[in-house]
C-alpha cells in the first residue's frame, strides 16, 4: 500500500492499545510464536485452500455482492474434521462439501465476532470428503462491508453512474468473500461478476481491454497470490492504452488527465525488469479510482488501485505508481508470511521505487523524497511507542491494523540502503534479483530473509556487515547508528531560505522560486519557525497561491501548518481540502493538528461529520479514532 498512513493518529490509537494490553503482555511472552498470523482464524495447519471461484451478482440497490464462492481445498492434516475460515459482516446461507462423485449438504456455524478478526465459520468436514474437496458457499455481504465502498453518482467524477471498489489489505477480504484470510498461503481464482449492463468490472486478474460491455464479465488469475490482493470494482469505466502493456481504466472524466500523468509507466515496468528480472503478471494497468479511495494506492495485482489526487497536471506525484508498480516483485511475488513482517512488503518496495525513481527521473529528485520520508520518520519515531519501532514488531490480535505509522516503509528503505552502500550497488542488486527468484509466489519470514541474506552477503570472508548488525535494524528500536541519513542540496537551500525569510533577513521577493520541485517548497514550509507570524503566513500563501494549490501533497504540508498555527484565514479553504479528498493521508493529519491545537476539537468534529458520508468506512474509522476517543 502507499503510504505512510497517519503518523499522529495511528500512533494514538497505537498507544491506547498498547496501554489497554500491557498487563498481559509479560505472561504472553513464553507462548508467543512470530512466525504465526495473528489476524487470521483459518487453520492453515490443517486445510489450504488451492483455488477459489466466485460467482456474484452486483446489487447497487442494496449495496450488497451475492452469489457464490467455491474453495478448493486440500485437507494437510488427516485427522482434522473442522475447517475455519474468515468472515466479516457474511450473511452465510447454505454450504455444500463436492467431490469427484457427491455432493452433500455442510454443516456450518458462525463463532463469536472479534473487533479485528470478525467472525470464524465453522464447517465440519467428515471423512468422506477426502483429502481434496470443493466448498460451496452461498452467501452475501453488508452494506457495511468494511472492503466494499459503495458511491452514489454524486461522488464519482461522471455524476451519472455509481461505483463500487474493494480494498482487502490487510484483514478485509473476509468482509466480501468467505476464505482463509491470511498471506500465509496462496490461491488462484476466477470469477463471474454480473453488473448494471451499462458498467464495466475488473479484477485483480486478466482484464481484457477491449471486453464487450454486457454487463456479465468472467476474470481468471492463474498466478496464486494471498488473498489480501483479492480486488474488484465496478462503475462506468473506460480503457486507454499508456504503452503496449500497460494502460489505464477510469471514468471518462479521468481519462485524458490520468494518461497525461502517469505517460512513465510503461518506462517504468521496462525498467523495473531490467533491474530485478522479469515482471511475472501479463499486463501491468492501472485504476484510477474518485477521490474517496483510501490509500494513495494498491498494488493489487495486473491492476493497481490508484488516487486521483496524484493528477497534479505535472507528474510530480507519480512515484507512488513507482512504488505500486515495484510491489510486482516485493509484496505480490515475494509476501510477507504475515503482517507483522510488514517492511519485506513496503521497505523492499520503498527501496525499489526508489530506484526506480532514480533511473526514471533524476537522483536529486529521489535525493529530495528521501528527505521527506526521513523527516516523516523521525515524527513517527517520536510517536510510536518504542517495542513497535522495530522492522518485525511483537504482533498480536490486540494490536492495532497499522500499528507502526510509516516506519515499515521508511527504516525498512534505510535498512536496504544500509546494505547497498556496505556491499555496492552491482553486488546487492544481484542479491535482490536472486531473493525474488528465489522465493517467488512464496511468502517469508524476517527471520527466513535474514537467513538468506546471511547465507549469500553476510558470510562472506571480509563481509562489511555483520548479522549483529541486520538484527539491530530488524529488531531494535529507533534507528541505529549505522544509518545514513538522506541528503538534498535542494532543499538544504529551501530551508536556509525559510530561515532567512522568516527571520526578516530577505523579503519573500528575494525567495526565486522558479524550477522549484514540489517537495523543495513542501520543505520549505515545513522549516518555518513555530512562531512565525500570521502576517508571515498570509504573505506566503498569497504570493504562492498555496491556499488554492492544485497539488495535494502541497496542500497537505500546508493545511497542517494551517490548522497546527491556527491560521484561521484559510480554514475555509482547509475545509474546501478535507471535502476534496477522502486519501487518509491528506485529510487525517489536518483533522489531528486542528484537533490538538488546543482550540478547534470541536470544530474538527463539526467538519468531519459534514464530510463523513463521502469517506470510505476505513478513512472515516481512522479519523474518528483521533478525533473522539483520545479525550
Ligand atoms: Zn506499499
Known sequence: MLRKLLPSLFALITTLLIVSSCSSKDEMTDDYDPARDYFTFANTGQFVTEHLALDLNVDFESSELRGFAMLSIRRIDADARELVLDTRDLTIKSAALLTADSSEPAEFRLGESHETLGTPLFIAVPDTAGERFDLMIEYNTSPKSTALQWLPPELTAGGRHPLMFSQSQAVHARSWVPLQDTPAIRITYEATVRTPESLLAVMSADNDPLTPRTGEYYFEMPQPIPSYLLAIAVGNLYFAPLGEDTGIYTEPELLDASVYEFADTQAMLEQAEAM????????????????????????????????????????????????????????????????????????????????????????????????????????????????????????????????????????????????????????????????????????????????????????????????????????????????????????????????????????????????????????????????????????????????????????????????????????????????????????????????????????????????????????????????????
Open 276 to 631: 530485478y528480472g522479469p515482471y511475472e503478471w501479463g499486463r501491468y494497468d492501472l485504476l484510477i479510482l474518485p477521490p474517496s479511495f483510501p490509500y494513495g494506492g494498491m498494488e493489487n495485482p495486473r491492476l493497481s488501485f490508484i488516487t486521483p489526487s496524484l493528477l497534479a497536471g505535472d507528474r510530480s506525484l507519480v512515484s507512488v505508481i513507482a512504488h505500486e508498480l515495484a510491489h510486482s516483485w516485493s509484496g505480490n511475488l515475494v509476501t510477507n508470511a504475515t503482517w507483522r513482517d510488514g517492511w519485506l512488503n513496503e521497505g523492499m518496495t520503498s527501496y525499489f521505487e526508489s530506484r526506480l525513481m532514480e533511473v526514471i527521473y533524476d537522483v536529486k529528485r529521489v535525493d529530495e523524497e528521501r528527505v521527506l520520508m526521513y523527516r516523516e520518520l523521525l515524527l513517527d519515531l517520536e510517536r510510536v511507542p518504542e517495542h513497535m519501532q522495530a522492522l518485525a514488531p511483537r504482533l498480536d490480535d490486540t494490536t492495532s491494523e497499522d500499528f507502526q505509522g510509516g516506519i515499515h516503509y521508511s527504516k525498512g528503505q534505510l535498512f536496504l540502503e544500509f546494505l547497498e552502500k556496505s556491499f555496492g550497488r552491482e553486488k546487492f542488486d544481484a542479491f535482490l534479483t536472486s531473493y525474488f527468484q528465489e522465493f517467488a509466489f512464496g511468502t517469508i519470514t524476517t527471520e527466513q530473509f535474514l537467513d538468506y541474506l546471511e547465507m549469500n552477503l553476510l558470510s562472506e570472508e571480509g563481509s562489511p556487515v555483520t548479522r549483529e548488525q541486520a538484527e539491530e535494524w530488524t529488531y531494535q528500536a529507533g534507528l541505529p547508528d549505522t544509518v545514513t541519513i538522506p541528503s538534498s542540496e535542494n532543499l538544504d537551500n529551501a530551508a536556509s531560505l525559510a530561515a532567512a525569510w522568516s527571520g526578516g533577513e530577505i523579503d519573500l521577493a528575494d525567495v526565486s522560486v522558479e524550477g522549484w520541485s514540489p517537495q523543495t517548497r513542501i520543505h520549505f514550509i515545513n522549516s518555518l519557525p513555530t512562531d512565525l507570524s500570521k502576517e508571515k503566513l498570509g504573505e506566503l500563501d498569497s504570493a504562492w497561491g498555496l491556499s488554492e494549490t492544485s497539488n495535494a501533497e502541497i496542500g497537505r504540508t500546508w493545511f497542517i501548518q494551517v490548522a497546527t498555527r491556527r491560521y484561521t484565514d484559510a480554514y475555509e479553504q482547509m475545509e474546501a481540502h478535507l471535502n476534496r479528498f477522502g486519501r487518509g493521508r491528506l485529510i487525517a493529519p489536518v483533522y489531528g493538528a486542528l484537533a490538538s491545537n488546543g482550540e478547534d476539537r470541536e470544530l474538527a468534529q463539526q467538519m468531519f461529520e459534514r464530510a463523513r458520508s463521502a469517506y470510505h468506512p476505513i478513512t472515516a474509522g481512522w479519523i474518528e479514532s483521533g478525533l473522539y476517543e483520545d479525550d
